[in-house]
């Protein structure tokens, strides 16, 4: 069975930095694609970041886009999001999820669109905190 975790969540100071760590299991990585995304109450999920474990291509949120960096173990089946200059506004819980693909950018930017509704599997979250 496909399991996700997503840790590394905390309070810090906006323009601090920040790496979450999504440990994975039953995921075969080059065959998925995995997403993190972020809530806050009352919110719909938002797409941040996705990867093609396959060919490690990558496609950002405009929000996070050059702050954020996606990346992954393909050993430790592990997926990491690295997170600068950290804005108030970044505030959310972090899930990471898996999708049993291997798409292209326009793929994984609808993933991303789609929220939670473009994932086959999800984690439970970690919470991020920045504060101003």
């Known amino acids: 069975d496909v399991q996700l975790q997503a840790s590394g969540g905390g309070l810090v100071q906006a323009g601090g930095s920040l790496r979450l760590s999504c440990v994975t299991s039953g995921v075969t990585f080059g065959d998925y694609a995995i997403g993190w995304f972020r809530q806050v109450p009352g919110k719909e999920r938002e797409g941040v970041a996705c990867i093609n474990t396959f060919d490690r291509r990558t496609y950002y949120a405009d929000s996070v886009k050059g702050r954020f960096t996606i990346s992954t173990d393909n050993v430790k089946n592990v997926v990491y999001l690295q997170m600068n200059s950290l804005k108030p506004e970044d505030t959310a819980v972090y899930y990471c999820?898996?999708?049993?693909?291997?798409?292209?950018?326009?793929?994984?930017?609808?993933?991303?669109?789609?929220?939670?509704?473009?994932?086959?599997?999800w984690g439970v979250g970690t919470l991020v905190t920045v504060s101003s």
């Open positions: 999820a898996a999708d049993h693909s291997i798409p292209p950018v326009n793929g994984m930017r609808a993933m991303l669109e789609l929220g939670i509704h473009g994932m086959d599997y």
